[in-house]
């Protein structure tokens, strides 16, 4: 290894370091529909040169985006190819969404809660992403310089120690730039957690809002990489459209019959109804007046969330345990039963003795099996 060498390999990995910016694009996605569903869309995309720089030192990603796809495909995904990557999606219901780890509640953090109301359901995200370190694939160069025993080198020790000296402080010199490198290219990869949203958010701590405020963002890379917790915070309304449009209609149809009220009172002042006109015009005014105040309250003042309103994926448990005393009762069952058996046998071969308990090996049914048959007459006869 000469200067010369070292210097070329060292522009080299300096050119890949500008061609593997962006190096991937990986992204965990909800979108939360109208009409209750969310629509799961987890993306994983590598840049080509990020992609020849895998392969460079060895690692093949597309046996990583293989495993993936297959792993996603096994969780009821459809999977749509992209160049060098590929996208997942699949519809989830609110229980889906709260069974995920990410949106477990925990200690200080209430998970998912949702409560239902007349004119929107009402969305919280308190989740936490405890920090992990991720070590980085590391360089050795030194590993490549050839050994003084090696067969078939004419070089004296002196030579070679030389030699030694200055290929190991290259190697490190090239460990280093390649390092860097890679952190480089860590650093570039975009990795998000991604919410997007039918109206616009009412709070949130994400690192990122766009498209009007529906669409959220979160960087995962210092939870996954540098070990820093992530906070996922979110509180949002999903209207019900249908409701606020027959809303919009009844209200526009009893406002334009108390301006035709109106209208008739003015003009038929000498009638006796005149009266029965306003009257009745005024009672839809003020009964219109105070509908419009206390929709606008409920959009503005939401409700307060409690611990009954989690969602708390616990069916597995539930059903495990509700299993395990009907599994006992059925053991009972059968072993009673196998008890009388056994007791009529005795009874039959004229016995005055009784079993208080006896086991499966102890009987089997006659002439199910010769042996144990034989088996059970001399046990019977040694009683």
Same mark, same amino acid.
């Given at each position: %290894?000469?200067?010369?060498?070292?210097?070329?390999?060292?522009? @080299?990995?300096?050119?890949?370091?500008?061609?593997?910016?962006?190096?991937?694009? #990986?992204?965990?996605?909800?979108?939360?529909?109208?009409?209750?569903?969310?629509?799961?869309?987890?993306?994983?995309?590598?840049?080509?040169?990020?992609?020849?720089?895998?392969?460079?030192?060895?690692?093949?990603?597309?046996?990583?985006?293989?495993?993936?796809?297959?792993?996603?495909?096994?969780?009821?995904?459809?999977?749509?190819?992209?160049?060098?990557?590929?996208?997942?999606?699949?519809?989830?219901?609110?229980?889906?969404?709260?069974?995920?780890?990410?949106?477990? $509640?925990?200690?200080?953090?209430?998970? /998912?809660?949702?409560?239902?109301?007349?004119?929107?359901?009402?969305?919280?995200?308190?989740?936490?992403?405890?920090?992990?370190?991720?070590?980085?694939?590391? &360089?050795?160069?030194?590993?490549?310089?050839?050994?003084?025993?090696?067969? *078939? %080198?004419?070089? *004296?020790?002196?030579?070679? %120690?030389?030699?030694?000296?200055?290929?190991?402080?290259? =190697?490190?010199?090239?460990?280093?730039?390649?390092?860097?490198?890679?952190?480089?290219? @860590?650093?570039?990869?975009?990795?998000?957690?991604?919410?997007?949203?039918?109206?616009?958010?009412?709070? &949130?701590?994400?690192?990122?809002?766009?498209? #009007? !405020?529906?669409?959220?963002?979160?960087?995962?890379? $210092?939870?996954?990489?540098?070990?820093?917790?992530?906070?996922?915070?979110?509180?949002?309304?999903?209207?019900?459209?249908?409701?606020?449009?027959?809303?919009?209609?009844?209200?526009? @149809?009893?406002?334009?019959?108390?301006?035709?009220?109106?209208?008739?009172?003015?003009?038929?002042?000498?009638?006796?109804?005149?009266?029965?006109?306003?009257?009745?015009?005024?009672?839809?005014?003020?009964?219109?007046?105070?509908?419009?105040?206390? /929709?606008?309250? !409920?959009?503005?003042?939401? $409700?307060?969330?409690?611990? =009954?309103?989690?969602?708390?994926?616990? =069916?597995?448990?539930? %059903?495990?345990?509700?299993?395990? $005393?009907?599994?006992?009762?059925?053991?009972?069952?059968?072993?009673?039963?196998?008890?009388?058996?056994? !007791?009529?046998?005795?009874?039959?071969? !004229?016995?005055?003795?009784?079993?208080? =308990?006896?086991?499966?090996?102890?009987?089997?049914?006659?002439?199910?099996?010769?042996?144990?048959?034989?088996?059970?007459?001399? *046990?019977?006869?040694?009683?």
């Amino acid at each position: %290894m000469n200067k010369r060498y070292s210097g070329l390999l060292a522009s @080299i990995c300096i050119c890949l370091c500008f061609l593997i910016s962006g190096c991937a694009d #990986g992204q965990f996605g909800f979108t939360f529909n109208e009409d209750g569903t969310i629509t799961q869309r987890n993306s994983l995309q590598f840049q080509q040169g990020f992609k020849d720089l895998g392969n460079y030192f060895g690692q093949s990603n597309e046996d990583f985006i293989l495993e993936q796809k297959q792993e996603d495909s096994q969780n009821g995904f459809s999977i749509e190819d992209v160049q060098n990557g590929y996208t997942a999606t699949k519809t989830i219901t609110l229980k889906d969404l709260a069974g995920l780890k990410i949106f477990q $509640p925990g200690e200080n953090t209430a998970g /998912v809660q949702v409560k239902k109301g007349f004119l929107y359901d009402y969305y919280s995200i308190d989740s936490y992403l405890k920090g992990q370190y991720q070590s980085l694939p590391q &360089s050795n160069y030194a590993a490549n310089i050839p050994s003084y025993f090696s067969p *078939n %080198m004419p070089v *004296n020790i002196w030579d070679y %120690m030389e030699y030694r000296k200055q290929a190991e402080a290259e =190697a490190r010199q090239l460990d280093e730039i390649s390092n860097q490198m890679i952190k480089a290219a @860590i650093s570039s990869m975009n990795l998000n957690l991604v919410i997007n949203l039918p109206y616009e958010v009412d709070s &949130s701590n994400a690192d990122n809002l766009t498209n #009007g !405020n529906k669409t959220l963002t979160w960087n995962l890379k $210092p939870a996954v990489f540098d070990g820093k917790d992530l906070s996922v915070q979110a509180k949002f309304k999903i209207y019900h459209e249908k409701t606020i449009i027959g809303l919009i209609v009844v209200g526009s @149809i009893l406002l334009i019959v108390a301006i035709i009220l109106l209208v008739l009172g003015f003009v038929k002042k000498n009638s006796t109804k005149q009266s029965v006109f306003f009257i009745v015009a005024g009672i839809i005014i003020v009964f219109l007046g105070c509908f419009g105040v206390y /929709v606008n309250y !409920n959009i503005k003042h939401p $409700p307060v969330l409690t611990d =009954a309103d989690k969602l708390v994926v616990v =069916a597995e448990k539930s %059903m495990q345990k509700s299993e395990e $005393p009907e599994a006992k009762q059925q053991k009972n069952a059968q072993s009673e039963d196998v008890l009388t058996k056994a !007791n009529n046998v005795l009874q039959n071969k !004229n016995s005055e003795y009784k079993l208080s =308990a006896v086991s499966k090996i102890d009987y089997c049914e006659p002439h199910t099996c010769d042996f144990n048959h034989e088996l059970g007459e001399q *046990n019977s006869q040694r009683i």
